[in-house]
């Protein structure tokens, strides 16, 4: 499956955003997707994953409260929606879809290119 993550950008401290990852070439359905992040000089961490059928949600420790994962199957569609933005969550922001709702990078073979999302202080 190919992934296209988009809606990335500039948003001031305390604002929200909401990022999308399109699917094409087979149904999003079939799979459990992911997002991840990755900091300037960091390694690419955890954000959250979301089952395929939307029942079972992950998240990690830096954005449990804040962040909200879904999906709408029949669109072929996930999202990340971001409240309560700060510094500390300005990275680079990656989909990833696979087999199961695992936390780590290496069970997801699918990837979409990243969206840059920035946090002014």
């Known amino acids: 499956v190919q992934l296209q993550a988009s809606g990335g950008g500039l948003v001031q401290s305390g604002g929200s955003l909401r990022l999308s990852c399109q699917a094409s070439?087979?149904?999003?359905?079939?799979?459990?997707v992911a997002w991840f992040r990755q900091a300037p000089g960091k390694e690419r961490v955890f954000v959250a994953t979301?089952?395929?059928?939307?029942?079972?949600?992950y998240y990690g420790d830096a954005v449990k409260g804040r962040f909200t994962i879904s999906r709408d199957n029949a669109e072929n569609l996930v999202y990340l929606q971001m409240d309560s933005l700060g510094p500390e969550d300005t990275a680079v922001y990656y989909c990833?879809?696979?087999?199961?709702?695992?936390?780590?990078?290496?069970?997801?073979?699918?990837w979409g290119q990243g969206t840059l999302v920035t946090v002014s202080s």
């Open positions: 990833a879809a696979g087999p199961n709702t695992y936390s780590s990078s290496a069970y997801y073979p699918d």
């Open positions: 070439g087979d149904k999003l359905s079939r799979y459990a």
């Open positions: 979301i089952s395929w059928h939307g029942g079972m949600l």
